[in-house]
């Protein structure tokens, strides 16, 4: 059982607008900043959003966050196929002194 | 190029131990903190410990407490994990990960090392 909440899956068609939730406490997403990482079939996770709404260099903007209270989202406009992939959210957890990530959420492209 | 690369992960025998090793390249190693994550076969990722700039301070995630010991040589530009009493639910890729200050994230991942323990 992840600490962090996400739905196991989520899907769309091309050029669709998918949210992927992520629920929380306040002693995580409720006291610090969120990050989403997305995981390709078969490779490493990488850091798509920082800071619940900040894209590193090179993340197109179709990706976006948000955090509100104990909850954060992230949103894949404009769907493509090499969307297809793992997201996770994560946050530090001041009561459990550690890092926190959401089970992650299955995402297909239809 | 930053870079992460692990090592010295595979098979082990249930209450066995492994010691698992990071190198690190093209950034100031010395100045970031740095972080475990795994992931067991078909499942989420899941964060296991990380080491202070220095060494001096470290977290554990309470599964692994008593039982795993991270360390790093500033020197060498490297992390480590040593890992004794391993169980069949420690079975997962390794993963090192760069935690950047700012923004507060893991920035950098290496490719990962799998552990299997098995008997």
């Known amino acids: 059982q992840s600490v962090l909440t996400q739905p196991p899956s989520a899907s769309g068609t091309p050029g669709q607008r998918v949210t992927i939730s992520c629920s929380g406490s306040?002693?995580?997403?409720?006291?610090?900043?969120v990050n989403w990482y997305q995981q390709l079939p078969g490779t490493a996770p990488e850091l798509l959003i920082y800071?619940?709404?900040q894209r590193p260099s090179g993340v197109p903007d179709r990706f976006s966050g948000s955090k509100s209270g104990t909850s954060a989202s992230l949103a894949i406009s404009g769907l493509q196929s090499e969307d297809e992939a793992d997201y996770y959210c994560a946050a530090w957890d001041d009561s459990l002194n550690g890092w926190v990530f959401g089970g992650g959420t299955k995402l297909t492209v239809l | 190029e930053v870079q992460l690369v692990e090592s010295g992960g595979g098979l082990v025998q249930p209450g066995g131990s492994l010691r698992l090793s990071c190198a690190a390249s093209?950034?100031?190693?010395?100045?970031?903190?740095m972080s475990w994550v795994r992931q067991a076969p078909g499942k989420g990722l899941e964060w296991v410990a990380n080491i202070k700039h220095e060494g001096s301070d470290k977290y554990y995630v309470d599964s692994v407490k008593g039982r795993f010991t991270i360390s790093r040589d500033n020197a060498k530009n490297s992390l480590y994990l040593q890992m004794n009493s391993l169980r069949a639910e420690d079975t997962a890729v390794y993963y090192c990960?760069?935690?950047?200050?700012?923004?507060?994230?893991?920035?950098?991942w290496g490719q990962g090392t799998m552990v299997t323990v098995s008997s």
């Open positions: 306040s002693s995580n997403i409720g006291s610090d900043t």
């Open positions: 800071s619940n709404n």
């Open positions: 990960a760069r935690e950047n200050s700012s923004p507060n994230a893991f920035d950098i």
């Open positions: 093209g950034f100031t190693f010395s100045t970031y903190w």
